[in-house]
């Protein structure tokens, strides 16, 4: 994706801001949100000018995976900050016991349950079991969504690449629709992308629009 290399923090939506840093793992660009009011971060890492940011601010404390495999750098806040780190429960073992395996504080959820700061969590299970979409109150609803749609600068959604998709990439397309047509029976206009830029405004309407719902923006 042609995202720059550094991109600051910066306010997307009432207390919510979005930055973008280099996954040391896959050497690309990932984005990462904070949501303030509820003190969560989302899938985190480490902004290019460190952790001073957080600390001039209402400091986290609390970390929501949208999978199990976007802890990225949480056991820098945690250490940092002491964060409670929330995963769906299905991938949980990808941790080991007690989350030995990154030193993490971690706390279990059910597809469903209320978060703190209001966060509904919802099941979408389709690339992997523990694949959840997050609904983030407010007067600004969004939905933060995980691998299953990305998007390149200002462009349209899309799907990742093929040879990411599985043996039969046409089966997960399929599974991946489905789960966001029931997504769209949710309040929100923005979209929070764990690997693109977020969409803000009319987000409801491209989502239904990418799964070829009649779904229509509720504005």
């Known amino acids: ?62 970390i929501l995976l949208t999978n199990r495999l976007h802890s990225r750098q949480s056991e820098r806040f945690v250490e940092a900050f002491g964060c409670e780190v929330w995963c769906n429960e299905a991938g949980l073992p990808h941790f080991g016991e007690q989350g030995e395996i990154q030193g993490l504080q971690l706390r279990g959820f059910r597809p469903g349950e209320r978060l703190p700061g209001g966060i509904e969590s919802h099941e979408v299970g389709v690339l992997c079991p523990d694949e959840t979409a997050f609904r983030i109150p407010g007067g600004a609803p969004a939905l933060a969504i995980a691998d299953g749609v990305v998007r390149d600068g200002d462009g349209p959604l899309v799907f990742v690449p093929d040879p990411l ?55």
Do not use: N, Q
Not at 20 to 38: L, N, Q, W
Not at 54 to 59: G, I, L, N, V, Y
Not at 167 to 179: H, I, S, T
Not at 187 to 214: C, E, M, N, Q
């Open 1 to 62: 994706m042609g995202y720059p290399r550094s991109v600051p923090i910066r306010e997307i939506l009432p207390g919510i801001f979005h930055w973008e840093a280099i996954h040391p793992a896959i050497r690309i660009p990932v984005s990462c949100h904070y949501v303030e009011p509820a003190r969560m971060l989302l899938d985190p890492l480490v902004p290019s000018k460190g952790l001073a940011w957080f600390e001039r601010r209402e400091a986290p404390r609390h």
């Open 165 to 219: 998709l599985g043996d039969d990439p046409e089966v997960v397309k399929r599974g991946l629709r489905a789960a966001y047509r029931r997504l769209l029976v949710l309040d929100f206009d923005h979209l929070l992308l764990a690997h693109g830029h977020p969409w803000i405004g009319g987000a409801k309407r491209a989502l239904a629009d990418f799964v070829g719902s009649g779904v229509s923006d509720p504005t």
